[in-house]
């Protein structure tokens, strides 16, 4: 048995598709965790722009200031935005199949962004609260994927890694929550957990994309099809679709830390997946 299960890990991830930030105490609003996802690079029609066709977003760096962000990249100079300069006029994106208006940042920001990636892009920005609501989810969503939130448990990466030709690391999962103290997989059985001052509702088991094989250091692709290949030995469905994290959607707002105790208030059954290796 494991011991009592805790928050061991917080990330955020200010642009969409690029690296992340680890935090060790994080408010949690409705939307996610604040500065999560509240960036995204889209093309001039307003289409997401991401690290699964352009691996090398993964390389762009955040620092957040009390005014705005730095980003930095391999090779440029720092963009430095405030908030203040941005234009702010609405501009419909795509995320997936969810159109919205977010709003412009700056030419600055645009130019930059599209150096970097090699394809003319530009960067908007979710507002302070986001247009973005998934009647599916009953809440507001930032630039997010489908989920304001993701937890995956150490174990789970400890039990790849124990199956894997090499080791994979947390990072490639980009996932918001990690959580020590339990079993391997122990979240596809959580229903509602809290978390410090918040309650979660669990969703769906996360299906992973070609982004997890990314390396998150140099944006080249993993050795051996990894993790991949792993996964699809034993997280993957009769269709293919490997499974790896669980969706989240905050109940209400508050302060969460690492450290705090990761309380399961109910269970359902998990989703039990074919093992080759078994």
């Not at 995320?95 to 960067?123: C, H, P």
């Not at 994290?245 to 309380?263: P, S």
């Amino acid at each position: 048995m494991k011991d009592k299960a805790q928050l061991s890990g917080i990330n955020i991830f200010p642009v969409k598709s690029t690296s992340g930030i680890e935090q060790s105490r994080a408010w949690v609003g409705l939307e996610g965790i604040s500065f999560d996802r509240r960036f995204v690079v889209t093309d001039l029609a307003g289409r997401m722009m991401t690290a699964r066709k352009f691996p090398k977003m993964v390389t762009i760096k955040s620092t957040l200031l009390a005014d705005g962000i730095v980003l930095s990249a391999p090779g440029v100079n720092n963009l430095h935005l405030a908030t203040c300069d941005f234009g702010r006029d609405e501009f419909e994106c795509k995320i997936w199949n969810d159109r919205f208006f977010a709003y412009t940042t700056t030419e600055k920001a645009n130019a930059w962004f599209t150096k970097v990636i090699g394809s003319d892009a530009q960067l908007l920005f979710c507002g302070e609260e986001s247009n973005r609501f998934r009647e599916k989810l009953g809440t507001r969503v930032s630039f997010a994927d489908a989920y304001p939130l993701l937890v995956i448990s150490q174990g789970s990466l400890d039990e790849l890694n124990r199956r894997a030709s090499h080791p994979q690391t947390m990072s490639q999962f980009r996932t918001n929550i990690v959580v020590d103290g339990v079993e391997p997989f122990a979240e596809d059985g959580w229903e509602r957990i809290a978390i410090g001052e918040v309650e979660f509702q669990v969703g769906s088991t996360c299906q992973r994309c070609i982004l997890t094989s990314v390396d998150p250091v140099t944006g080249d692709k993993m050795a051996d099809k990894e993790p991949t290949a792993t996964l699809s030995r034993f997280r993957a469905d009769e269709k293919g679709a490997i499974y790896f994290g669980m969706n989240l959607v905050a109940l209400n707002e508050g302060i969460i830390e690492v450290g705090d105790e990761v309380r399961i208030l109910e269970t359902r059954t998990p989703v039990l997946y074919p093992d080759a290796d078994a």
